[in-house]
């Protein structure tokens, strides 16, 4: 998703239902138009969130070379993945909402057919539903590694894990491009310099906006149940009587990472994913086709828009602060250990050495 800090356009745009400007109405003076957001706040805002995303990046670059763990580097792709998109995601929304903030356009003369509009309605989408999705897949992908690691001779390559973050980005892309080939519509939000899915009782609208809605949370409770099992079956070996033995750093230091990303999600995404699904459901039984958004309908979603906002920032610290490095200055106790093939002491001799060959070469 991308900054939700902007200003209203002209008031022409409004009053409009036939194009992409009607759905709120826009007539905003100069005082209640800075008092929503300031140019330069989101400015900074957004190179807050850039340059957070850049760090982390090249932080995940540096890792990576040094590890000789297969299923660690895979769990780092995946995260690559997710700092890319949350990058990404605000490199371009902030490319076309920043310099509004300054040039000031009229929506309805620079951008009259909605191709901007609709290009800023499919990002907010995209880069809003892939980090969800990469949440799951990361969640689904440690459930396993960690709850069955015999049910797999080797763990995921790094080119299979590359071909998972790009399904998951095609079919965000799809998602995206829903509105743009008929079903539901990208519109002009409040205060003005946004675009988003339409919370109107239109059947397409509505079908389109509970898709989404129930999509994310569909993932976001997917990573709480995959995460939740796999804390449980850590937490288990680590108050065994041979703790001191089958303690395993890396699939800590992913599951801390991973529980993190999981809450930041959860606090940021859940608010505005619950609230779609209330607005539109409310809008049904009503006997007339709602034009306009209620002004404080509008209002909270610009307000939860702001709340998905931090999302992205927040992500890449936490692998940032969360590294195996950090993790050790807190807690000194923090030690290599063996791998999580120390679970299963009763296998056979020949039958452990094997797996714990295999361990040491991922």
Not at 159 to 164: F, G, L, Q
Not at 259 to 272: D, E, F, K, R
Not at 337 to 346: E, F, K, N, Q
Request: some cysteine.
């Amino acid at each position: 998703m991308g900054l939700g800090d902007m200003e209203s356009p002209n008031g022409s745009t409004a009053g409009r239902p036939d194009t992409c400007f009607g759905v709120f109405n826009a007539s905003l003076n100069e005082t209640q138009r800075k008092a929503i957001a300031s140019p330069w706040f989101s400015t900074a805002f957004g190179l807050i969130g850039l340059c957070s995303n850049l760090f982390a990046l090249c932080v995940l670059l540096s890792s990576s070379r040094k590890l000789s763990s297969r299923a660690r580097s895979s769990f780092l792709v995946f995260l690559c993945g997710l700092v890319v998109t949350d990058f990404m995601g605000l490199l371009v929304t902030a490319s076309v909402i920043i310099p509004y903030h300054f040039i000031k356009f009229d929506w309805a003369e620079v951008d009259p057919g909605c191709h901007l509009c609709n290009f800023l309605g499919f990002a907010m989408i995209f880069f809003g539903q892939c980090p969800l999705l990469l949440g799951a897949t990361m969640a689904g992908e440690r459930f396993f590694g960690i709850n069955h690691p015999f049910s797999r001779s080797t763990s995921i390559s790094k080119r299979r894990a590359w071909s998972i973050v790009g399904l998951v980005w095609g079919f965000s892309c799809v998602l995206g491009l829903l509105p743009v080939l008929g079903l539901g519509r990208y519109t002009l939000q409040y205060p003005g310099s946004w675009c988003f899915l339409t919370l109107l009782p239109d059947t397409g609208d509505v079908i389109f906006c509970l898709l989404f809605a129930l999509l994310g949370i569909f993932s976001v409770l997917l990573s709480f149940i995959f995460n939740t099992v796999s804390v449980v079956t850590l937490c288990r070996v680590y108050h065994d009587r041979e703790s001191v033995q089958r303690r395993r750093d890396s699939e800590v230091e992913m599951m801390v990472q991973l529980v993190g990303i999981m809450i930041i999600a959860t606090i940021c995404w859940m608010p505005l994913l619950i609230f779609i699904i209330q607005t539109v459901l409310q809008q049904l039984p009503a006997p007339e086709r709602a034009q306009t958004l209620p002004r404080e309908t509008q209002k909270m979603l610009l307000i939860y828009i702001r709340m998905v906002t931090w999302n992205q920032i927040l992500d890449p610290w936490v692998y940032i602060l969360f590294r195996r490095a950090v993790l050790q200055r807190v807690y000194p106790s923090l030690r290599a250990r063996p791998s999580i093939v120390s679970l299963y002491p009763v296998l056979n001799p020949s039958l452990r050495r094997k797996l714990t060959q295999e361990s040491v070469l991922q």
